[in-house]
């Protein structure tokens, strides 16, 4: 009986201890994310990950599953190469200013390949 209390015990203080880390890795990576930083996440088509220090310079490109090497580094997103921009830039043109749908918009760049 009394072992039976201990571990009831023990995981009703694992679950209040979960529930203070999750609030503040959530607290966290929002001051992050208010800061202009990534806070998570991949890059979408047309831009990438880049590793900065505090003073905002670049000290690298994070690839798909990479991770910066340090906490004192930040990760923030920028341009990717020029053909994805350009094409990015394309479908939002041809989406605001010719009305076409995004089903039609993928039909027409497959189409072109």
Do not use: C, W
């Amino acid at each position: 009986m009394e072992a039976v209390l201990i571990k009831e015990l023990k995981r009703a203080m694992a679950a209040e201890l979960s529930r203070d880390m999750s609030v503040k890795l959530r607290i966290a990576k929002r001051n992050v994310a208010r800061k202009g930083y990534l806070a998570s996440g991949s890059a979408v088509y047309g831009l990438r990950r880049h590793v900065v220090d505090q003073s905002g310079r670049v000290h690298g490109v994070l690839e798909a599953g990479e991770r910066k090497v340090s906490s004192r580094y930040r990760v923030v997103l920028a341009p990717g190469p020029k053909a994805e921009v350009e094409t990015v830039t394309r479908i939002f043109r041809l989406y605001v200013l010719t009305g076409l749908r995004p089903g039609g918009i993928a039909a027409l760049l497959n189409g072109e390949g």
